[in-house]
């Protein structure tokens, strides 16, 4: 086993590790973070999204070793504690989660979209934000709406504004 530090949702966590650990199991059966689901382990399914250094990253095809010095965020970064995140808020209120399985990579991969994109288009959602992330539940329509909510309500909170849109 080899000790690796990692920067994990801002805290930085010592573990031991085998080289050939994905970060996907580092998270869910070293740390006990689960949001990260396991879906397919091929990085076909976007189920185990998680940000690293700003990108969203299929945490199932990401070995743990070499993610030293990189910030990784994952779903359980999210809250404040007290209260939902924006996106998963507006996820909830869009109605955009069914069995919930793919919500916390897609959850994630809106997040990066965000940071990036303050307000994308319906096209830029589905094309650089979601494309890679798989739903056997949804026509992706409510997650686009999601998407957009989340951007509208974040786009008023940095403005110092209260109104919130359904």
């Known amino acids: 086993m080899e000790q690796v530090s ?3 949702n801002g805290k930085k966590t010592q573990v031991s590790i085998e ?5 996907l199991f580092v998270l869910r059966e070293v740390l006990g973070l689960t949001g990260a689901k396991c879906g397919c382990s091929t990085g076909d399914c976007g189920a185990c999204k998680v940000i690293i250094d700003g990108e969203a990253v299929n ?5 743990a070793r070499n993610l030293e010095g990189k910030k990784i965020e994952t779903i359980e970064g999210l809250s404040n504690g007290t209260e939902l995140h924006p996106i998963q808020q507006a996820f909830i209120d869009a109605g955009a989660v069914q ?4 919500t916390p990579g897609m959850v994630m991969s809106a997040k990066a979209l965000l940071d990036r994109i303050e307000n994308p288009t319906e096209e830029e959602i589905r094309n650089n934000g979601i494309s890679n992330n798989l739903c056997r539940c949804t026509g992706y329509v409510k997650i686009v709406e999601a998407i957009r ?9 940095k403005a110092g504004g209260k109104k919130e849109e359904s």
């Open 6 to 8: 990692l920067d994990i």
């Open 19 to 23: 080289k050939n650990w994905t970060l």
């Open 59 to 63: 945490s199932c095809l990401v070995l």
């Open 99 to 102: 069995c919930g399985y793919c």
């Open 149 to 157: 909510l989340a951007a509208r309500r974040m786009m008023e909170a």
